[in-house]
């Protein structure tokens, strides 16, 4: 399985980015699928999961802010990044869990700044 993310860059506060992460198979065939981002000298944390059922679950600290979603058809997750704090800066990566195996994909550096 590969998982590729793209879409991160710099952004001012206040701006908007969109995540993209693209599967290598067929996206409905994963219970779930996630953003993680980590920041420099901190550990991996969940932003973000999407069920194959569809429900979606955020850190509360992207509640309201972010939005997670798929398209089926193109097997590809977003992440829909607005309102970006500095605190989100981090490297964002895309993860796919089947069962007792989970999958990573390559990161994509998020930096918000002026």
């Known amino acids: 399985v590969q998982l590729q993310a793209s879409g991160g860059g710099l952004v001012q506060p206040g701006g908007s980015l969109r995540l993209s992460c693209a599967t290598s198979?067929?996206?409905?065939?994963?219970?779930?699928m996630g953003w993680y981002h980590q920041a420099p000298g901190k550990q991996r944390e969940l932003v973000a999961v999407i069920a194959s059922s569809g429900d979606t679950n955020y850190a509360d600290s992207v509640k309201g802010r972010f939005t997670i979603s798929r398209d089926n058809a193109k097997n590809t997750m977003y992440l829909q990044m607005n309102s970006l704090k500095p605190e989100d800066t981090a490297v964002y990566y895309c993860?796919?869990?089947?069962?007792?195996?989970?999958?990573w994909g390559s990161g994509t550096l998020v930096t918000v700044s002026s």
């Open positions: 993860n796919a869990n089947r069962g007792t195996k989970n999958y």
């Open positions: 198979e067929r996206i409905i065939s994963f219970n779930f």
